[in-house]
């Protein structure tokens, strides 16, 4: 088959299980291939050999079934780098780059400590090591599967150095000693009675949900991180659509203050962020 009308082939075939065939059909045969994604066209003319073809029919038939492209190639994209992507973490979204740039926008000193709870890939931790090299960053997840993940991540993306790397059930194994200018998570916040997570299937469960509709987690590090922030600190959490008003509550109750709410890139509620008093 030629390279030309396998992009059409296969895009066709997955048509009905993916929202970007097109993409996802390339990025299946870049990987095969061992070519750039913008290198595809020049070789449109390439025959494409039988033992190929059965390498990409393989991942082509995960994608059918609903897999998500990530897994299938073992990578993302995120904020300026890619991440290695693989079963133990939740494949980063778009919409978790609003909590990167909620972090990066807060009026803070050059040097301040940082906490990242839940790092899964480790996305957000080597975001803000590669964006602040000043910063202490210190990143923890339940699972150590996840952890070394998120370290080989750090390594590749030259942002090692900096974060230190705890495994740890939210903070559990964090000290006391050193008090942190910003927490933020991104934790499991799906209602385990939700029907989206019939589309999730393929992420770990681990990663996606959380009992009290979705809101444990939240609120647990809500009620815990004022005891590891310093005064005038601040806790950034990404959460679901509906989840604003329970997550002001929440801040409320804990004492906390100046709480405010940004909205994703489809204008829904995505990420609060509230202060302890100085
Ligand atoms: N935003 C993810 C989703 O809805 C969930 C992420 C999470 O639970 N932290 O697919």
New binding site residues.
Partial sequence: MLLQDAIVHYKNKISDSSSTPALDAKLVLSCVLAMRVEDLYLNNKLVISPDKIDEIEKLILRRQDGEPIAYIIGKKDFWDFTLAIDENV?VP?P?TEILVQAVLDMPLPLNINVLEIGTGSGAIAIALAKERKEWNITATDICQNALSTAMLNAENISADKKIKFIRSDLFANISHETKFNIIVS?????DPNDH?LLA?KHEPKL??ISPLKGLYHLREIINKAKFFLQPGGVLLL?H?YDQKQAMHDFFLDAGYTSIKTLQDYSGLDRVTFAFIKS
Avoid: S, T
Wanted: glycine residues 8%; aromatic residues 8%.
């Fill in positions: 939740l979204r919409e991104n934790p499991p916040y799906i989206h999730l990663a996606l990404e679901g």
